[in-house]
C-alpha cells in the first residue's frame, strides 16, 4: 500500500487535511503539538474508471464488486526547530517519517492573524528550511553512526569496505545542505535516511487563492523545481467542507470554487506520479479491481500483484487499453475489432491497461 506522510511546523493546517480526506475525526486544534502521535487513515484511490467498466460488465441485476487500490496517510507530529536532537516531539516524527514511502511536506501559505504561527509569520521558504534542515541533521547523525561501525568492520569484510566511500560522499553532500536522494549513490534499504523520500510539497491556502494560488505558493513553487518536486496546491478548508457532502453536492461545490478535482484526488495523483506509479485494471463479470505496480513493470510482476502463482507461472496476458476496451463496447468487440492483444513476459505494463493472465500452477 502507497503510504504518504503529511509532515509541516504545527499549526499548518496538517490535521485539518488529513481530517478532511479520510474523515477520520483526528483532533486539530489551534495550538503546537495538538498531534502527539501519528495518525493513520486509509482512504480509496479515486479512479472513474472502474465505475464505468464496472457499467459495463453488469448482467441484468448481476453486479461486480468494485475493488479500489488504497493509500495511506499517516498524519505526522508538528515539527520544530531542534527536533533532530528531540526538541518538541522530534524522536516520534522522525521515526515516523521512516514508515512512509514519500512526504507531503504542507506549507503555510494563508495569512492569518487568529491562526498561530510557531516562528511567528508566514514565511515558506523559512518554514521548508526549517524542516529540510532537521531532516538532514537526523540523517547525519544517522551515517555517522553507521560508519563508526563501518570503519571498524571493513578491515575484515569487503561489502562493508565499499560502502564505506558510498556513505562518505552522501555525507559530505549532506554536510553542504543537499538531501540525500539528490545523490547518485545507491545505498542499503535498511540505513532509511529521512531525505532519501521523495518529495510532494502542498501549499494550504485560502479557499480565495485555491484556483489562481498566492505568492506564498510561488515561493514554494521555486523551491520545489531546485530539488524536482511536485506541488500540489489545496485549501484544507474547503477540503473539510467537501468532506460532509455527498458526491453530487461535492461536485457542484467543486464547480463552485472553479476546481475539476478535490485536493485528495490531486494530491494521490500526484504521489503516483512522484513514486513512479500506475494503474492496470482486472474486469469481469464478479469483479472489477485497479492494482498499482512500478512504472516499467513487466507483465509477470502485475500478475504477481494479484499472486505469487500468477508470476511465478507466467504464460501470456491479454491487454485492451482502457480507452479501448470503452469504444468498443465489450471485449468481445474490442477481440473482433483486433485491439486486445496476447503479450509475453517482456511486455511493459501502461497506465489503463485492463488485463487478464493465463498461468500455470
Given at each position: 500500500m502507497l503510504g504518504i506522510g503529511i509532515v509541516g511546523l504545527p499549526n499548518v493546517g496538517?490535521?485539518?487535511?488529513?481530517?478532511?480526506?479520510?474523515?477520520?475525526?483526528?483532533?486539530?486544534?489551534?495550538?503546537?503539538?495538538?498531534?502527539?502521535?501519528?495518525?493513520?487513515?486509509?482512504?480509496?484511490?479515486?479512479?472513474?474508471?472502474?465505475?464505468?467498466?464496472?457499467?459495463?460488465?453488469?448482467?441484468?441485476?448481476?453486479?461486480?464488486?468494485?475493488?479500489?487500490?488504497?493509500?495511506?496517510?499517516?498524519?505526522?507530529?508538528?515539527?520544530?526547530?531542534?527536533?533532530?536532537?528531540?526538541?518538541?516531539?522530534?524522536?516520534q516524527f522522525l521515526a515516523h517519517i521512516r514508515e512512509v514511502a514519500a512526504i507531503a511536506h504542507v506549507v503555510r501559505c494563508f495569512d492569518d492573524p487568529n491562526v498561530i504561527h510557531v516562528s511567528g509569520g508566514v514565511d515558506p521558504t523559512a518554514d521548508i528550511e526549517v524542516i529540510d534542515t532537521e531532516l538532514i541533521l537526523a540523517d547525519i547523525a544517522t551515517l555517522e553512526k553507521r560508519l563508526d561501525r563501518l570503519r571498524r568492520s571493513a578491515?575484515?569484510?569487503?561489502?562493508d569496505a565499499a560502502l564505506v566511500p558510498r556513505l562518505e560522499q552522501v555525507l559530505e553532500r549532506l554536510?553542504?545542505?543537499?538531501?540525500?536522494?539528490?545523490?547518485?549513490?545507491?545505498?542499503?534499504?535498511?540505513?532509511?535516511?529521512?531525505?532519501?523520500?521523495?518529495?510532494?510539497?502542498?501549499?494550504?491556502?485560502?479557499?480565495?487563492?485555491?484556483?489562481?494560488?498566492?505568492?506564498?505558493?510561488?515561493?514554494?513553487?521555486?523551491?520545489?523545481?531546485?530539488?524536482?518536486?511536485?506541488?500540489?496546491?489545496?485549501?484544507?478548508?474547503?477540503?473539510?467542507?467537501?468532506?460532509?457532502?455527498?458526491?453530487?453536492?461535492?461536485?457542484?461545490?467543486?464547480?463552485?470554487?472553479?476546481?475539476?478535482?478535490?485536493?485528495?484526488?490531486?494530491?494521490?495523483?500526484?504521489?503516483?506520479?512522484?513514486?513512479?506509479?500506475?494503474?492496470?485494471?482486472?474486469?469481469?463479470?464478479?469483479?472489477?479491481?485497479?492494482?498499482?505496480?512500478?512504472?516499467g513493470s513487466k507483465a509477470p510482476q502485475a500478475a504477481g500483484e494479484i499472486h505469487s502463482d500468477f508470476e511465478r507461472g507466467f504464460i501470456r496476458a491479454e491487454v485492451v487499453s482502457y480507452a479501448d476496451l470503452v469504444e468498443a463496447g465489450s471485449l468481445a468487440n474490442a477481440r473482433a475489432r483486433g485491439k486486445l492483444r496476447v503479450e509475453g513476459k517482456e511486455y511493459v505494463v501502461q497506465d489503463g491497461d485492463v488485463m487478464n493472465f493465463l498461468f500455470n500452477v
Open positions: 496538517k490535521s485539518t487535511l488529513f481530517n478532511a480526506i479520510t474523515k477520520a475525526g483526528v483532533e486539530a486544534a489551534n495550538y503546537p503539538f495538538a498531534t502527539i502521535d501519528k495518525n493513520v487513515g486509509v482512504v480509496s484511490v479515486p479512479d472513474e474508471r472502474l465505475t464505468v467498466l464496472r457499467n459495463m460488465y453488469t448482467k441484468g441485476e448481476r453486479t461486480p464488486n468494485l475493488v479500489t487500490t488504497h493509500v495511506e496517510f499517516v498524519d505526522i507530529a508538528g515539527l520544530v526547530q531542534g527536533a533532530h536532537k528531540g526538541e518538541g516531539l522530534g524522536n578491515k575484515g569484510n569487503k561489502e554536510g553542504q545542505g543537499e538531501p540525500a536522494r539528490a545523490v547518485d549513490a545507491e545505498l542499503p534499504a535498511d540505513i532509511g535516511l529521512l531525505t532519501a523520500k521523495p518529495v510532494i510539497y502542498v501549499c494550504n491556502v485560502a479557499e480565495s487563492d485555491v484556483v489562481s494560488g498566492n505568492a506564498h505558493v510561488e515561493a514554494v513553487r521555486a523551491v520545489a523545481a531546485k530539488g524536482g518536486a511536485d506541488v500540489v496546491v489545496i485549501s484544507a478548508r474547503i477540503e473539510e467542507e467537501l468532506a460532509q457532502l455527498d458526491a453530487a453536492e461535492a461536485q457542484v461545490f467543486l464547480a463552485d470554487m472553479g476546481l475539476e478535482r478535490p485536493g485528495l484526488e490531486r494530491l494521490i495523483r500526484t504521489g503516483y506520479h512522484t513514486l513512479g506509479l500506475l494503474t492496470f485494471l482486472t474486469a469481469g463479470e464478479k469483479e472489477v479491481r485497479a492494482w498499482t505496480v512500478r512504472a
